[in-house]
């Protein structure tokens, strides 16, 4: 019912800059929260950025002030601006959504993950 599309993983060196774009596309009413995941092996997945449609933020202490979370309400999409980057932010990235599929249906929503690797 609803797909997630992410872009702009990568390798990049540390103190470098990656940005990452989630668009939602399908039967979408409205769009509740937005937001980022990572997960490395043997971990659970853990939350690094979340929007509402507000725009009032929440993010993972170890990217505050580093990270910085966006979204364009009229494209469904949400983006995740990552600066001063360090190897232990290396990881697959997911896109989440929580969204009206119907006026009284919600769920939650996964992309397939796009891997961010930092270099020391």
């Known amino acids: 019912q609803v797909q997630l599309e992410e872009s702009g993983g990568g390798l990049v060196q540390a103190g470098g800059s990656l940005r990452l774009s989630c668009a939602a596309s399908?039967?979408?009413?409205?769009?509740?929260?937005m937001g980022w995941y990572r997960q490395t092996p043997g971990k659970q997945r853990e939350l690094v950025a979340s929007?509402?449609?507000?725009?009032?933020?929440n993010y993972a202490d170890s990217v505050k002030g580093r990270f910085t979370i966006s979204r364009d309400n009229a494209k469904n999409t949400v983006y995740l601006q990552m600066d001063s980057l360090k190897p232990e932010d290396t990881a697959v990235y997911y896109c989440?959504?929580?969204?009206?599929?119907?006026?009284?249906?919600?769920?939650?929503?996964w992309g397939r993950g796009t891997q961010v690797t930092v270099s020391s």
């Open positions: 989440n959504s929580r969204v009206f599929t119907a006026p009284f249906r919600n769920g939650d929503y």
């Open positions: 399908g039967t979408i009413v409205s769009i509740i929260t």
């Open positions: 929007i509402t449609g507000g725009r009032n933020t």
